[in-house]
């Protein structure tokens, strides 16, 4: 695929998946925005991942398609795309490799559409671009500028806008050390087991180190879990705050634990040091944080993992090895590793 130069004028990114493929999206835009200084990049996603393109400030307008909602039909579809041509678009980029999504581009009306070669209708693209298994998701959305990155330079944090968030905070601890924690998952088996998660708690509490646990209001119930014998030291804001302003607080914080899931990605949009552990996924599948001084940590020496690309409501063995043998002592030790390399990053 040849570079994208700076004679193009309107782009469009249709990204319809999950918030932490829609953050991992950004790096993509900010790298066709420098190259087209002058060009309006618009997005299309799904009413959760609004506020992330809302929030960068590379992005032109973002465009709503609630798939699951008032336009699940496929006539609603099409009439979306109607709308959408008016604007003639000369670069259409298919981020999301769905029926539903490659349905949406071939009715839009645009110079030219890209799409990945593992898109469900491949032949609806006039250009392909090779999903490499082996890279990161960051790398893989690269490709589409058409440039080459060698193993440095495609570590391109996404960029989110700060939102005042001070009101918010008024019982953030107010020690030297701030640990988040993203205990949660959409999928069961990619979650730490609660009670691990609460030992690894105990033997970080220390005198200079306050806890916040983030989430979404599913989660609240498992954070007043973790931070019950935080005391005051342990602050839950599951289902307390927007995507933005989760980012925000991380940028207040020093270290972030989480699972396999979009925290991960929220914590390099932040800047901060990122522990992503790994249970029943690997960090092979190309969604591990890449920022400096962050890490991955998993079980290995288990035939059943991974067990699928997101993950199960339970474990299909019945065992949950992947979780359950992870030893919190390991995360303990991995923690602190980070925390004592602190000054070098």
């Given at each position: 695929m040849e570079v994208l130069t700076g004679?193009?004028?309107?782009?469009?990114?249709?990204?319809?998946?999950?918030?932490?493929?829609?953050?991992?999206?950004?790096?993509?835009i900010q790298q066709l925005k420098e190259v087209n200084t002058e060009?309006?990049?618009?997005?299309?996603?799904?009413?959760?991942?609004?506020?992330?393109?809302?929030?960068?400030?590379?992005?032109?307008?973002?465009?709503?398609?609630?798939?699951?909602?008032?336009?699940?039909?496929?006539?609603?579809?099409?009439?979306?795309a109607r709308e959408v041509s008016k604007k003639r678009y000369e670069?259409?980029?298919?981020?999301h490799r769905s029926l539903r999504s490659a349905i949406l581009s071939s009715a839009i009306k645009a110079r030219e559409k890209s799409g990945?070669?593992?898109?469900?209708?491949?032949?609806?693209?006039?250009?392909?671009?090779?999903?490499?298994?082996?890279?990161?998701?960051?790398?893989?959305?690269?490709?589409?500028?058409?440039?080459k990155y060698n193993d440095e330079e495609w570590r391109i944090n996404p960029v989110v806008k700060s939102v005042s968030i001070d009101d918010k905070l008024k019982n953030l601890p107010a020690t030297e050390l701030k640990i988040a924690i993203a205990p949660g998952s959409a999928w069961g088996t990619k979650e730490y087991p609660i009670q691990h998660f609460i030992k690894v708690m105990e033997l970080l509490n220390r005198k200079e180190t306050g806890f916040v646990i983030i989430g979404d209001a599913k989660g609240f119930a498992k954070g007043e879990k973790i931070i019950s014998n935080l005391a005051e030291k342990g602050v839950n804001f599951c289902g307390k705050l927007s995507i933005t302003e989760t980012i925000e607080l991380l940028r207040r914080c020093d270290l972030l634990i989480t699972n396999d899931s979009a925290p991960t990605h929220f914590g390099i949009a932040a800047g901060i040091k990122v522990l992503t552990i790994y249970t029943s996924t690997v960090p092979e599948f190309g969604f591990y944080p890449y920022n400096c001084g962050s890490e991955f940590i998993g079980l290995g020496g288990l035939e059943c993992r991974p067990c699928g690309i997101h993950g199960f409501k339970e474990c299909p063995k019945g065992h949950f090895k992947c979780g359950e043998e992870l030893a919190p002592e390991v995360i303990y030790n991995r923690i602190m590793g980070m925390i004592l390399e602190k000054k070098k990053y």
């Open positions: 004679m193009i004028q309107r782009i469009l990114i249709i990204q319809t998946s999950f918030i932490g493929d829609s953050i991992l999206t950004l790096p993509l060009a309006e990049i618009d997005v299309i996603t799904i009413p959760k991942c609004k506020e992330i393109f809302e929030a960068s400030p590379y992005v032109s307008s973002v465009i709503i398609y609630d798939k699951r909602g008032k336009e699940r039909s496929i006539g609603k579809t099409f009439k979306l670069k259409v980029i298919c981020l990945y070669d593992t898109s469900a209708l491949p032949y609806v693209f006039d250009k392909l671009v090779e999903y490499n298994f082996s890279l990161h998701e960051v790398r893989r959305n690269l490709s589409f500028t058409g440039k």
